[in-house]
């Protein structure tokens, strides 16, 4: 069996997904170096060298990668912080060897203004009606602010109002979500204005679904659709996190979609990428998931809410484990620029987080149901993991934030532990994702209780079934 080394940058569950997947690998003999955010318990146990590098420092991540070049094959790269920031640039510059992410210039999730004069270019049809105010453009606020509500004015206040940059300031707000009255609005505008230029776009009422490819740089390969959930509590309640879980039907397609919707999915996300690929004189700028967009299905068309230039966290962990190729050889195809299929199990797969009670304000709105003894006490993962004994590769067991301590693991202040479960259907994968959840005791954590529940599921079906009459 060939030995190869491979160096994964690690911030979360979706990283350490990416370790299991390369662990497995039936073909080769997978050697881990791993860069990682914290002392995450299952990389440490992974991998034949682990650093830490608490800020995704991409100066140490190649400073970690030239000291073991010889040793090296390819590096992977999840997280949009060094991305954003170049690391592969940096890296393939130094030292030669190949970086699954897109180049720096391509990371347009840096830029909300970038990505929507790209859209806007090639398939303007997917932009919701959108306004620029760059703040150069404007002597003062009574000016600004009069601009602002004669936009409201034709959107009639049904808007989302975006940084930029990454938060800047208040971060992204939506009418009736975030605030109720343009005097709310404008402040939180305001918050992000001082440091840089705001889109304020219209709200698109809808169902979201995250779709996601795999690309060479040459060649599209679009992942099975999947939902995330990102408010924090259940019934949709709650702000919005990282994403407190998501789930994949047995096919491409989610469950509240016609094949007809999914065939314009990869329709709309094959023409951005190839119009986009040809933009670029570099076969190889875009590989990697240069496109995880959040498209918004209205019943008569498709609007893109946002792009990302990396795998989605958590969605690449409900494709990950199902992929039936050697995760190692998908790789070195994307590196190769002959990534041209990709199969993958007719499974189901849901996936919860376990958090912290500080996570989503829980332990302030739910004070009663924090145990707060528990708080800030080790974790205990070893139920969940003998849950295989009974389910086999049905269920995986991601620690994400946490970290080992004197031999005890720790949840930290994020998505401390992602449960997936695989299964026949939605909801027997469900059912295993949370009794691998209710295995896990410790740091008084919590999660969502209804992802991929079938009332949810209903809901989106009734929804989509109103958006389709009104077309």
Not at 287 to 303: C, E, N, Q, S
Not at 411 to 423: D, W
């Amino acid at each position: 069996m060939e030995k190869i080394g491979v160096l994964v940058v690690s911030y979360g569950s979706r990283e350490v997904a990416m370790v299991d997947a390369l662990s497995r690998s039936p073909n080769y003999q997978v050697e881990l170096y791993i860069a990682d955010k914290q002392k995450n318990p299952f990389n440490v146990e992974k991998a034949v060298k682990h650093v830490v590098t608490p800020s995704l420092n991409i100066e140490g991540i190649c400073r970690f990668a030239e000291a073991n070049k010889d040793r090296l094959d390819f590096i992977l790269v999840g997280s949009e912080k060094p991305i954003i920031e170049g690391i592969r640039d940096l890296i393939e510059k130094r030292t030669g060897l190949p970086v699954i992410c897109p180049k720096q210039k391509y990371a347009i999730e840096e830029s909300k203004v970038q990505q929507r004069l790209l859209f806007q270019e090639i398939a303007p049809e997917a932009n919701p009606r959108f306004k620029i105010f760059n703040p150069q453009d404007y002597k003062g606020t009574s000016e600004v602010k009069k601009d602002v509500y004669r936009w409201l004015d034709e959107l009639d206040n049904q808007a989302v109002v975006k940084p930029d940059k990454p938060a800047a300031g208040k971060g992204v707000g939506v009418w009736g979500d975030h605030f109720t009255t343009r005097e709310e609005l404008f402040e939180h505008f305001l918050s992000n204005f001082q440091h840089s230029s705001v889109i304020i776009e219209e709200k698109v009422d809808g169902e979201e679904t995250s779709f996601m490819a795999f690309c060479d740089g040459k060649h599209f390969i679009a992942l099975p659709g999947v939902r995330d959930y990102k408010r924090a509590f259940d019934d949709d309640k709650g702000p919005n996190t990282g994403g407190m879980g998501s789930y994949k039907d047995v096919g491409d397609a989610l469950p509240f979609l016609t094949a007809a919707e999914r065939e314009r999915e990869l329709a709309l996300g094959k023409k951005i990428f190839e119009k986009w690929q040809a933009k670029i004189n570099d076969d190889s700028a875009l590989r990697g998931v240069p496109l995880y967009l959040a498209f918004m299905h209205t019943g008569d068309d498709i609007k893109v809410l946002e792009n990302n230039s990396r795998p989605g966290d958590p969605e690449i962990i409900n494709i990950l484990p199902i992929i039936k190729d050697d995760f190692v050889d998908v790789c070195f195809r994307m590196i190769e620029g002959n990534l041209t299929s990709l199969e993958l199990e007719k499974q189901a797969t849901v996936l919860t987080y376990k958090v912290p009670p500080g996570y989503g304000g829980f332990a302030e709105v739910f004070p009663n149901q924090v145990d707060q003894s528990a708080v800030d006490t080790p974790v205990d993962l070893s139920k969940a993991y003998q849950l295989t004994q009974k389910y086999g590769d049905k269920i995986r067991v991601y620690p994400g934030s946490m970290e080992v301590r004197d031999g005890q693991s720790f949840a930290l202040k994020s998505r401390a532990v992602g449960i997936l479960g695989v299964g026949g259907s939605i909801e027997e994968a469900r059912q295993i994702s949370l009794e691998g959840a209710r295995a896990i005791s410790g740091g008084a954590m919590w999660n969502r209780t209804d992802v991929a529940s079938k009332q949810h599921i209903a809901k989106s079906v009734s929804h989509m079934e109103r958006l389709r009459r009104k077309a």
